[in-house]
């Protein structure tokens, strides 16, 4: 609906608040055809925002209204096109500044004016289409009246404390008997393999179930057990690999193939019955749609005594792999487990979660059109806990739903709903989220920054558009559209995913607003020319290489684990596609970057981890708009030293593997730090550099930095860069890594102020005595995540010496650290680690834990 009227009127007032771009477009109104310019732009944005408060005060009752809906798609187009026009306003005034274009007394006939002059024109365009879309509500004016749309004015509380924490297993309803059921069928004594599938329809929670009988039973299972999810759309050969390497990661050893090798199905499953080695495995297929997944994957596994293979499925046919007596067929939940886990989610911040007496009826009548659907369950609940406890509003909020469920699916009927009930920036960020393939684990730190290209969030208050972003995904999840796969050190969000059914929402409306489209074919030839948005897995297959495509309104390419790219269909795209602003390619098998990159002024986001490509071009400078750029675990040795033009860049991440097998020092390899690395005054992300006698003068100067990554230190340069470092008042994450692994570092310089320094990790030799340096005593109070690698200690035990003085910890992991060979800890110790990884630790015999030691720890890991 009005998502689109509100990037374009945030857009609008960023140019307006921007003091440079205002010096510049004034001084241009001297010239008689510019002269109206600044006054237009503002116009459009009180036409624009006038049109977005009658979209709203409309509301969600009139959307089968099919006048209106086309109404409010002609205004969405105005806005997209206002979008990009004003990208170019904004990007062609900086520019004129950047060239000094405020100190010219004489500016006739330039280039630029001609560039604006054009502008002007498709202004005055724009404002005559608005004067059309104003008079056409006069054809259903005196028909359809704006809407009492309660439920838009309710207050939405939108703070971290209205949302559920980490629920544990007394928080999942209805399903001990089933839990029960599964985990006797695990634990059998049966010697023979055995299949068990989990079926039902889709909200039913098989995975949920899956997932909480998985964490318990896996220790049943040491070092052989694996999670793949496969969906619709798979691979073998990935599905092998996958399965391989998390078998190997089970065991903390690496994969018997190399890694350039190219992979089979044989191979695979040869090379995964000797890593199981006869041995009994616990293997969980999540969400498999086609039999043939399974039969094709079985070799590996098969025939394995004592081994279980759980299968998700929603296909009958699937559910048949088991046998009658292995295969649990999830029902909906009854009345009362249905009102249990619906109080569960709305009235969580109450004691019991106890639903208000008030409120009961109301209550009772949602979770009966729930049908005993938990995802449908859960997502009512989230959206009623964000909305004020009485009855009058909820009651509005049941109103809007018994609309909904005029339809047979009610769980749509629901999550529709949710949707609508979302802001605009939410809108936006949620079907966004939807161009990642199906159930792919999206890291928080990839959205946040695409989130943030892509001007969805802008800054607010204090808050770094980054922060905002962020709150945004806690609100997603918190609403049930987006769910955690994976928490950090801190307790944040490192990886979520978008369950299949609320995908199928969100695409099915992207679509429906022009938003984007997801596609595995990508036959790019075929796309809308219009779209704005294009995701695709399998790359570009277009058997007509040199046709020309054009996308003019493109803003996001996203072709992730693409096995086939071609360099001449993205030169083609480049040409046709001058408002492109977000180019993510990672692990698809691109290996050229066309120099026409340079050509989009309006690219803030490139995306290239884990590509094959070797070298960016030269042309990357003139990116002046450029944000993020990642080049992490590529063949990039260099980065051309004109990048440091780009003043707006604010992460950079880069480095390449040297030992992809990781068992040498330098397994992965930083790049040379640009000459004035400096003038990226908004970097907040530098992962990873060289050390180099200039590289601590230049990070003096970058007060924003958050993320540090630094390699190929020596003894005599990390006195002064740990100084430096140590001054930085917003590190939060350091990296330390030596020039080699006999390279002795002296610990005594690095004496961080920040408070929010709360990862470290070092590698390389250490100078005596180093675990008694400022950054392991006081100053290391607030780590969260410690991680020490070929570390010569001595005889000295480090747990011993680090645990009084590191309390905060949840991760500790040494790695080739040669030390005492008696590790102790003591009674007390690390009372807050949740993760202990002990590998390759040479000179240790023996680990002793007494009573009352790590007493909240969740795995410990000796390799």
């Given at each position: 609906m009005a998502e689109a009227i509100l990037l374009a009127v945030s857009k609008i007032g960023a140019v307006i608040l921007n003091q440079a771009v205002t010096d510049v477009v004034q001084k241009l109104s001297k010239i008689e055809a510019l002269k109206e310019l600044p006054t237009k732009v503002k116009r459009i944005n009180v036409e624009l925002t006038t049109m977005n408060n009658i979209i709203l005060d409309l509301g969600t009752a009139h959307l089968s209204n099919n006048v209106i809906k086309g109404w409010i798609g002609n205004v969405r187009d105005l806005a997209y096109r206002v979008e990009d026009v004003i990208d170019k306003y904004s990007y062609e005034a900086l520019k004129l500044k950047d060239e000094g274009f405020l100190q010219r007394y004489i500016f006739g006939g330039s280039r630029h004016i001609k560039v604006f002059s054009k502008i002007a024109e498709e202004i005055e365009d724009i404002e005559k289409d608005i004067m059309q879309i104003k008079e056409l509500p006069k054809y259903w004016r005196d028909t359809v009246q704006p809407t009492n749309n309660d439920h838009a004015k309710i207050d939405k509380t939108r703070s971290g404390s209205c949302f559920p924490g980490l629920f544990s297993d007394e928080d999942l309803v209805g399903i001990d008997e089933n839990r029960s059921k599964l985990t006797e069928w695990l634990s059998t004594d049966d010697k023979e393999s055995s299949v068990i599938t989990v079926s039902g329809m889709g909200g039913l929670g098989k995975t949920t179930l899956v997932k909480n009988v998985y964490d318990r039973e896996k220790v049943n299972f040491p070092d052989t057990h694996a999670w793949i999810v496969v969906s619709q759309a798979y691979d073998v050969v990935d599905l092998l690999g996958s399965l391989l390497t998390k078998l190997r990661l089970t065991q903390g050893t690496q994969s018997p193939l190399s890694m350039d090798a190219k992979a089979n199905v044989y191979d695979l499953t040869e090379a995964i019955r000797k890593t199981l080695q006869d041995r009994k495995c616990l293997i969980v297929l999540d969400d498999v749609w086609d039999k043939d997944a399974y039969t094709q994957m079985c070799n590996a596994f098969q025939g394995l005594q004592g081994s279980r293979v759980m299968i998700t499925t929603r296909k009958e046919d699937v559910a048949a792999l088991a046998s009658p007596r292995r295969r649990l067929v999830l029902q909906p939940l009854g009345s009362a487990e249905s009102f249990k886990l619906f109080c569960s989610r709305a009235f969580h911040n109450s004691p019991n979660c106890e639903c208000l007496p008030e409120l009961v009826t109301v209550a009772v009548d949602v979770v009966k059109k729930c049908h005993g659907l938990p995802l449908a369950i859960i997502s009512a609940g989230s959206l009623l806990s964000t909305k004020q406890p009485t009855e009058y509003v909820w009651n509005q909020m049941f109103k809007q739903l018994r609309d909904e469920f005029k339809g047979d699916n009610n769980v749509q009927a629901i999550l529709n709903l949710s949707y609508h009930d979302l802001s605009g920036d939410l809108r936006n960020c949620f079907l966004y989220s939807s161009l990642f393939p199906e159930d792919y684990a999206m890291s928080r730190e990839s959205l946040v920054r695409l989130w943030v290209a892509e001007g969805f969030v802008m800054r607010k208050g204090n808050n770094t558009p980054e922060e905002v972003a962020e709150g945004n995904l806690m609100e997603l999840i918190g609403r049930n559209m987006l769910e955690v796969v994976e928490w950090d050190e801190l307790f944040r969000v490192s990886k979520c995913k978008m369950h299949d059914i609320v995908r199928d929402l969100a695409l099915a409306v992207a679509k429906e607003e022009r938003f984007g489209s997801a596609s595995d074919s990508g036959e790019m030839v075929r796309m809308d020319k219009e779209v704005r948005r294009f995701s695709t897995s399998s790359g570009w297959t277009d058997s007509n290489t040199d046709a020309r495509v054009e996308f003019p309104r493109l803003r996001t390419i996203m072709s992730l684990a693409a096995s086939s790219s071609s360099t001449n269909m993205l030169s083609s795209v480049f040409s046709g596609s001058n408002y492109l602003t977000v180019l993510e390619l990672q692990d698809s098998a691109i290996v050229e970057v066309p120099a026409s990159i340079g050509n989009l002024f309006n690219l803030?986001?490139?995306?290239?981890?884990?590509?094959?490509?070797?070298?960016?071009?030269?042309?990357?400078?003139?990116?002046?708009?450029?944000?993020?750029?990642?080049?992490?675990?590529?063949?990039?040795?260099?980065?051309?030293?004109?990048?440091?033009?780009?003043?707006?860049?604010?992460?950079?991440?880069?480095?390449?593997?040297?030992?992809?097998?990781?068992?040498?020092?330098?397994?992965?390899?930083?790049?040379?730090?640009?000459?004035?690395?400096?003038?990226?005054?908004?970097?907040?992300?530098?992962?990873?550099?060289?050390?180099?006698?200039?590289?601590?003068?230049?990070?003096?100067?970058?007060?924003?930095?958050?993320?540090?990554?630094?390699?190929?230190?020596?003894?005599?340069?990390?006195?002064?860069?740990?100084?430096?470092?140590?001054?930085?008042?917003?590190?939060?994450?350091?990296?330390?890594?030596?020039?080699?692994?006999?390279?002795?570092?002296?610990?005594?310089?690095?004496?961080?102020?920040?408070?929010?320094?709360?990862?470290?990790?070092?590698?390389?030799?250490?100078?005596?005595?180093?675990?008694?340096?400022?950054?392991?005593?006081?100053?290391?109070?607030?780590?969260?995540?410690?991680?020490?690698?070929?570390?010569?200690?001595?005889?000295?035990?480090?747990?011993?010496?680090?645990?009084?003085?590191?309390?905060a910890l949840t991760y500790l992991s040494l790695n080739r650290v040669s030390s005492a060979a008696i590790l102790v800890l003591s009674a007390g110790s690390f009372s807050k680690l949740k993760t202990l990884v002990l590998k390759c630790m040479p000179n240790v015999k023996q680990l002793d834990i007494e009573e009352g030691a790590i007493p909240h720890i969740d795995g410990i890991y000796i390799v």
């Open positions: 803030r986001y490139i995306g290239l981890r884990r590509t094959n490509v070797q070298s960016l071009p030269d042309t990357i400078e003139k990116l002046l708009n450029l944000e993020t750029l990642d080049i992490k675990q590529t063949r990039v040795e260099k980065i051309p030293p004109g990048i440091v033009k780009i003043e707006k860049l604010r992460h950079l991440l880069a480095d390449r593997f040297a030992d992809e097998k990781q068992t040498e020092f330098r397994y992965f390899v930083g790049v040379e730090a640009p000459h004035m690395i400096s003038n990226f005054q908004e970097l907040q992300t530098l992962e990873t550099v060289h050390a180099s006698k200039d590289l601590s003068l230049e990070l003096k100067k970058m007060r924003k930095l958050q993320t540090v990554w630094v390699d190929n230190i020596n003894a005599s340069n990390c006195d002064d860069l740990f100084k430096t470092l140590s001054d930085m008042p917003l590190l939060s994450s350091l990296l330390l890594s030596a020039y080699d692994e006999n390279e002795k570092l002296s610990f005594l310089s690095l004496v961080p102020i920040s408070k929010k320094l709360h990862r470290l990790i070092v590698r390389g030799g250490w100078a005596d005595g180093t675990l008694k340096c400022p950054i392991f005593q006081g100053h290391g109070r607030n780590l969260k995540y410690l991680a020490l690698s070929w570390c010569n200690l001595g005889k000295e035990d480090p747990l011993q010496l680090l645990a009084s003085h590191l309390p």
